[in-house]
């Protein structure tokens, strides 16, 4: 009874639709994570190193940076090694770290949203008391905030789920998600969807719900402004808007996935949504703020061109 209802394994059912394209497939995303890695660490680097970059919305990219390098490895190291294996069976501490690292990825991509809004509201509608209100101490309390609260309201979900009876071991999708676990279930899962309904509430349409009222409020703020103020505010905030827009449909994508019978779908179809969740994020972020902010594409130019060896030519004799 014990090994039925607790399960040492579960079984990655998706893996099996991806079938002779393995190969072609660990290429492409071993690069595209190669492309991750790289890409957000020259990010993290240069706001790091460059201290006129030592500014709140500077450093909410770098924490933005940080949190796609946590959450693509939590992803990518097992993905990879998946695709060239002919069983995809997972350990069960194994599927519940993935499943807190995941989820926690997502809820700190949220929040930080959530407060890079906050900090653009401020500076757009109340830029007088901007230093003011956005100082050092306070970003460190909203980075932590970010921080601290998922990483509780997610452990209280995945602890919740470990402890279930489950009546089988199959995950339809290509890496383990919290919610086709609580449906293995074979007991009533009334708990774990009251809690799981709060903390979705909290770390997620909370933090949508604020960024689009602070982007309204710049919107009412701008209309009246000079066209010269618009396109500062655009220059400033279009990044975070695009990354905003990008995550939201990622989110919904994988809320979506998570509600309906992946066997009903188109294999490719259910593949393609089920990394975009995981995949795009990580990688359309460093390329937004690091091809849109001037300061920080100037900043990585300029470390490329010196990175490069001076060919110097020798004097004649």
Not at 244 to 256: K, Q
Request: hydrophobic content about 50%; charged content about 15%.
């Amino acid at each position: 009874m014990e090994n039925n209802t607790y399960p040492p394994y579960f079984n990655l059912t998706m893996f099996v639709n991806i079938g002779s394209y393995r190969y072609p497939t660990f290429v492409l995303c071993f690069l595209l994570y190669a492309f991750i890695i790289s890409a957000n660490v020259v990010i993290i680097l240069v706001i790091a190193q460059e201290k006129t970059l030592h500014e709140p919305m500077y450093i909410f990219i770098m924490c933005l940076s940080i949190n796609s390098l946590y959450g693509s490895a939590g992803f990518f190291f097992r993905f990879l090694r998946d695709l060239l294996s002919d069983t995809h069976l997972i350990p069960r501490s194994a599927c519940f770290t993935q499943i807190y690292v995941i989820y926690t990825y997502a809820s700190y991509e949220l929040t930080i949203l959530g407060i890079m809004a906050y900090d653009r509201y401020v500076a757009v509608c109340q830029p007088l008391h901007y230093h003011n209100k956005i100082t050092s101490k306070m970003v460190s309390k909203l980075i932590a905030l970010a921080g601290i609260y998922p990483a509780f309201s997610v452990a209280v979900c995945v602890y919740l789920a470990s402890i279930l009876p489950l009546c089988g071991n199959k995950i339809p999708k290509l890496f383990c998600a919290n919610w086709p676990v609580v449906k293995l279930s074979c007991v009533p899962t009334v708990l774990n969807n009251l809690i799981g309904m709060l903390v979705s509430t909290s770390t997620v349409f909370l933090p949508l719900a604020f960024v689009l009222y602070t982007y309204v409020r710049i919107f009412l703020v701008c209309r009246k402004r000079s066209l010269e103020f618009k396109s500062k505010v655009i220059q400033s905030c279009m990044p975070h808007i695009v990354t905003f827009v990008n995550y939201s449909i990622t989110v919904f994508c994988d809320v979506a996935l998570s509600r309906i019978n992946l066997e009903e779908l188109n294999p490719f179809l259910g593949i393609i949504l089920s990394l975009e969740f995981v995949v795009i994020p990580p990688i359309l972020n460093p390329l937004v703020y690091g091809l849109k902010l001037p300061e920080i594409r100037k900043l990585i130019f300029r470390m490329l061109l010196c990175s490069k060896p001076d060919k110097q030519t020798k004097p004649q004799k």
